[in-house]
C-alpha cells in the first residue's frame, strides 16, 4: 500500500466507494466523476501506479481485470457493450496513479 494513494486507501476501505465487486485481489468501484451513465474502474488492490509500471508477475492479475470487465459491466446493465479506457502517465491523461482500468457505457459512445 502507498500511503498517500486515494485508490490504496479505497481498496483498504480507509474511503468509502460504490463498490461494484471485491476479491482478494481486485476491487470495483463507480466513478466518482461518471463520464457515462455507467462508469466504473476495476482495480488491482496491490498500488501498481501504471500500467507501464506493471511488470511480468502482474500477467495474471491484469489478465484478471480485463476478464473480469465483460462480466462486470453486464451485471451493471451494459448488455449493448462498453469501452474501456487505460490512461498511462501524465501524457495519457492519467490523474490517479494506482493502474485502474475504466469500464463505461450506456449513452451514445462517442466517436474515438
Ligand atoms: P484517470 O484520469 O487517472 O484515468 O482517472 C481517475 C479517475 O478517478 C477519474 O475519472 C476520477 O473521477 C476518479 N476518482 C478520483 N478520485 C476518486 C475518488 O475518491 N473516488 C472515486 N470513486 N473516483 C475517483
Ligand atoms: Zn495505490
Redesign the pocket.
Known sequence: MSSDC??CK?AAGE?P??KVYEDSDVLA?????P?APV?F?IIPKEHIASLADAHARHEMLLGRILMLAPTLAKEQGLTDGFRT???TGRGG?????HL?V?VFGGGKPRPM
Not at 93 to 97: K, L
Open positions: 486515494i485508490f479505497i474511503i466507494c460504490r468501484f463507480h466513478d466518482i466523476h463520464v462508469h474502474m479506457v487505460i490512461n491523461g492519467q490523474e490517479v496513479f485502474h475504466h
